[in-house]
């Protein structure tokens, strides 16, 4: 899957397929872009779970006031959000997967 001037190529039939484009004019085979859709999910749920820990620990160690533990949730939520999308910003920009299904 190398990518040359807008064009990356198909693996499954090796046909070169605009940037961009969604199925492959050769096999029609599916073009998808980016970061997949259960890395997306698995930091959202990163994030959720990190709030919430970093909420516990203020609850357990400095107050019990429900807003600002809000707060710490949610600055928690948002810095880990940011740093999960540098991370699949790093690893998937650029990336395309084709993806082909055989029907009988």
Not at 37 to 64: M, S
Not at 70 to 79: A, D, E, Q, R
Request: glycine residues 8%; charged residues 15%.
């Amino acid at each position: 899957m190398t990518s040359s001037n807008h064009t990356v190529t198909c693996p499954h039939c090796m046909n070169e397929v605009p940037w961009g484009a969604h199925v492959c004019r050769g096999c029609q085979a599916e073009v998808r872009y980016g970061t997949p859709q259960g890395v997306v999910v698995f930091f959202l749920i990163l994030c959720v779970i990190a709030g919430w820990w970093g909420a516990k620990v203020v609850r357990t160690f400095v107050t019990t006031n429900p807003t600002l533990l809000w707060i710490v949730f949610g600055i928690v939520f948002l810095l880990c959000g940011l740093a999960s999308r540098k991370i699949c910003k790093r690893f998937y920009d650029g990336k395309t997967v084709f993806r082909r299904f055989y029907r009988k």
